[in-house]
């Protein structure tokens, strides 16, 4: 192996243990709603989702810098350059991660000053974290695409999709920095801060996630390089086209001008097609050529990936994003019921399914077909698949009752919460998230342990005289 894709195995181990922690805090989220008084003067509610929150941007962020520093040697057939100083801010990242954790664990929050802001929390939802470990991530980040421009220059060897790549490496570095500014008009923080998280989630990262994917299908299924590239230009002109101005669906409720409801409620749900379209043609494509896999499980996953890109962000998203609906749902459980849907589908499923590929070729095995995978595969997407449909039913309950009926008063929000449908959606969605933990830890285990027989035997063989 290169040792740019020895430092991926880093970062997907980081990444895989990382995920732990968010299906961890999400459980304890889970029980706050069921068991109010859970913890109650030890441990916040509010820290338990940031925890949550957070570490899935975190994992899946390592998860894609994992991606690319697998595949990109393989792509151009060279060392990453600065692989040195890519090693070191890893350990400089996972050194931030965990002060950053601990500190939000044992403190959770400060003041209103500065030295909250620089060392404990910025109160911003999705980038609480302290100003100290957004400045290392954003040096994580410009060292990553330092390492893939200077590796493609130096390789002289340059493809469609590391084209893409490379150009989305330019926003995904500098719309981080929206996280920094602490502006106190909220209309003005808000509207900026929908550019940071919009355009990261729903625009760098897909672009992203369709690089690695189409790595991934080439691997994967001898998937030709012109079927992939084709639908990735396909992505970036609808990220172009519509994902700029679908930010709008952010703009309803915050004090922006009227016009941003019917640009946000029209452009706000296309980006997540090219890469189906992709998937499905790569299957199609190998079928007609008798397609044939020996690693099942990436397959599976990479086929979650599509599909829940389409039905999680684009059909759950949409369902959603209309102004005339998103007046009732916004802010409810219904919100929450697409952002499980849209991440889980649109990023997690491909994460995993480049987990598989590293696995295989590091353990040298032909197959990677057993029960293991098949149960978590099936545990994690039953239990997402019914904690989605839970906070759905309890979301709904809340537009109809807290909202529709209510009037969105202090009152209306107290009486929804003792809705029986809503209480109902909360033990299902608790329920539902157990299974789902299950399904993390029999991931774990098959990671751990597919192959290892294939990698034992070999070993074991004795050398051809």
Not at 17 to 38: K, N
Not at 60 to 72: E, P, S
Not at 203 to 225: K, Q
């Amino acid at each position: 192996m290169y040792r740019s894709q020895k430092l991926a195995l880093r970062y997907f181990t980081a990444a895989a243990l990382l995920f732990g922690v968010m299906v961890i805090a999400g459980l304890l989220s889970a029980i706050y709603y069921v068991v109010p008084g859970f913890l109650q003067d030890v441990f916040n509610f509010s820290t338990a989702k940031i925890l949550h929150i957070d570490t899935l941007i975190i994992w899946l962020l390592m998860g894609f810098i994992g991606a690319v520093y697998w595949f990109l040697p393989r792509e151009l057939e060279t060392e990453v350059v600065g692989i040195r100083l890519a090693e070191a801010l890893f350990w400089v990242f996972c050194a931030a991660v965990l002060v950053v954790a601990a500190v939000f664990i044992f403190v959770q929050y400060g003041g209103s000053s500065e030295f909250s802001l620089w060392f404990i929390n910025q109160g911003r939802k999705y980038v609480e974290a302290p100003r100290w470990a957004a400045i290392g991530i954003v040096a994580v980040v410009l060292v990553f695409m330092y390492n893939v421009i200077a590796t493609a220059v130096k390789a002289r060897k340059m493809s469609g999709i590391l084209w893409v790549l490379i150009i989305d490496l330019i926003p995904l570095s500098v719309l981080y920095l929206d996280a920094f500014p602490a502006l106190t008009n909220m209309s003005h923080d808000l509207y900026w801060w929908w550019w940071l998280v919009h355009m990261w989630v729903e625009a760098t990262w897909e672009v992203l996630i369709g690089c690695i994917m189409a790595w991934s299908l080439m691997e994967l299924m001898g998937t030709s390089r012109r079927i992939v590239e084709s639908w990735l230009y396909i992505e970036v002109l609808l990220v172009l086209g519509t994902g700029i101005l679908g930010l709008g669906h952010h703009y309803f409720w915050i004090g922006t001008p009227r016009y941003w409801l019917s640009i946000g409620g029209f452009f706000s749900a296309l980006e997540p097609l090219p890469l189906l379209g992709m998937v499905v043609h790569a299957v199609y494509d190998a079928g007609s050529h008798r397609m044939k896999t020996s690693n099942r499980p990436a397959f599976y996953w990479l086929l979650a990936e599509a599909f829940g890109n389409f039905i999680g962000a684009g059909v759950w998203g949409f369902m959603m994003t209309l102004p005339q609906i998103n007046l009732f749902s916004h802010g409810t459980q219904w919100t929450v019921s697409h952002g499980h849907f849209a991440f889980w589908g649109a990023y997690a499923c491909g994460v995993i399914a480049v987990f598989y590929l590293a696995v295989q070729k590091v353990r040298g095995a032909q197959s990677l077909d057993n029960r293991a995978w098949k149960w978590s595969f099936g545990l994690l997407n039953f239990g997402l698949v019914g904690m989605v449909g839970a906070l759905l039913i309890a979301g709904i309950a809340q537009a109809f009752y807290e909202r529709a009926m209510g009037g969105s008063t202090l009152q209306a929000f107290v009486i929804a919460q003792e809705n029986p449908w809503f209480v109902s959606g909360m033990y299902a969605r608790l329920g539902f998230g157990v299974v789902f933990a299950i399904g993390y830890f029999t991931l774990l285990y098959d990671l751990l342990t597919a192959g290892r027989c294939a990698a034992v035997g070999a070993a074991t063989q004795p050398a051809a005289t």
